[in-house]
């Protein structure tokens, strides 16, 4: 289990869905009076992306990155039946059980590559978990990245670990140089890739890998495919994960090329 035990919430009130991502996500308010940014297990590619979201949120955590508290929120029949959009409804009605949310920051606003710059530090750290997730979806065009109280932060990982999607050849995936690293939106600032490659080694340890895919819940894993059993697919996890940590030098130095090729 994970040392610190994620809180699980039931869902009181839909207040507005979130149409800038692709899998409607909603701010909703749960039974502890907070406000999340709820991602549905039922969007469009279920509950792979809300296992995707966890074990990214949980490892960029674990990297000394910010990132909003994810919480398990259970979601009942009657939530949100007020609301009047049938696709809105459809996706309710596909995501009763338990869902994945991320604390709220109200007043954040989304980082602009053009505009705002972090410290080389902090850039070659979050492009280096990105490669090691293959997250394809970090660029200038869409940053996945905020300002909240004057710090960055990091949101929605749904489009990491995209093997899962056909779970074929995941062991080649499992080596690959993750070639979409050049379109990562912090690359140029990334100067530090080879330093943060020996860091991350320490903080990502096989034993926090275990602990991770071990707190994802059964429900989501069962949904996520009907021919693959959930500790068949928690056992490809945790090998393609450790698997990456251990050949980390292959993304790390495709990283540092293709930087090299901005410059």
Known sequence: MLKEEIRRETLSRY???????GSLPALAEAEDGFRYVVKFRGGGHGSKAVISEFI?????????LRVPELVFLDMGEEFGR?????????????????????????GAYAWD???????ALTASRIVWL???????????????MLIWNHELWLIDHGSSLFFHHTWDGWEK?????????????LLPQA??????????????????IDEVVDALPEEW?????????????????????????ENSEIFTNHAVEARKKLI
């Open 15 to 21: 207040i507005t869905p979130l149409r800038e991502g």
């Open 56 to 64: 990214g949120g949980e490892i960029a955590k674990r990297a000394g």
């Open 221 to 245: 894993l069962s949904q996520a495919s009907e021919t693959i059993p959930p500790e068949e697919q928690r056992k490809v996890y945790k090998t393609f994960l450790k698997t990456r940590l």
């Open 173 to 185: 995936a499992a080596l690959s140089p993750f070639p979409y690293i050049k379109d990562h939106a």
């Open 130 to 144: 990105d490669a090691f997730l293959t997250n394809v979806d970090r660029t200038a065009r869409n940053t996945n």
């Open 191 to 208: 100067t530090m890739l080879e330093e943060v490659d020996s860091e991350m080694k320490q903080l990502i340890t096989p034993d926090f």
């Open 82 to 106: 007020s609301e009047g959009d049938e696709e809105i409804q459809d996706l309710l009605k596909s995501s009763i059980g338990l869902n994945l949310g991320l604390h709220f920051l109200s």
């Open 113 to 119: 590559v053009a505009v705002n710059k972090t410290d």
